[in-house]
Nanobody, 124 residues
Framework: QVQLVESGGGLVQAGGSLRVSCAASGRTFSSYGMGWFRQAPGKEREFVAAVIWGRNTYYADSVKGRFSISRDNAKNTVYLEMYSLKPEDTAVYYC??????????????????WGQGTQVTVSS
């Protein structure tokens, strides 16, 4: 029902900024909560941010104050703006969709649809 495609990843110097995008297709897009996860080599998939019920946003402590998730339903696109990037932010960033709640939004196995990921590399 929902197809997700990430884009916008790349190589950024520490302290820089980057915006990654998630283009979605499907009539039920607006009814899903959207989340961003990331996974670095050798690490588990990690919750980054989520937007639920259109405008309610939530962030992992590690990115709070530096990252911003937003949703443009008219464009069927979710964005993750990243500022003050650190080398530890280096990871493949994945967009996900699902009927999530506050209680489940940080758990990757509660999402129904996933994009293929986009690589973000932060150099020191």
């Amino acid at each position: 029902q929902v197809q997700l495609v990430e884009s916008g990843g790349g190589l950024v110097q520490a302290g820089g900024s980057l915006r990654v995008s998630c283009a979605a297709s499907g009539r039920t897009f607006s009814s899903y909560g959207m989340g961003w996860f990331r996974q670095a080599p050798g690490k588990e998939r990690e919750f980054v941010a989520a937007v639920i019920w259109g405008r309610n946003t939530y962030y992992a402590d590690s990115v709070k104050g530096r990252f911003s998730i937003s949703r443009d339903n008219a464009k069927n696109t979710v964005y993750l703006e990243m500022y003050s990037l650190k080398p530890e932010d280096t990871a493949v960033y994945y967009c996900a969709a699902g009927r999530i709640t506050i209680a489940t939004m940080t758990q990757w196995d509660h999402y129904d649809y996933w994009g293929q990921g986009t690589q973000v590399t932060v150099s020191s």
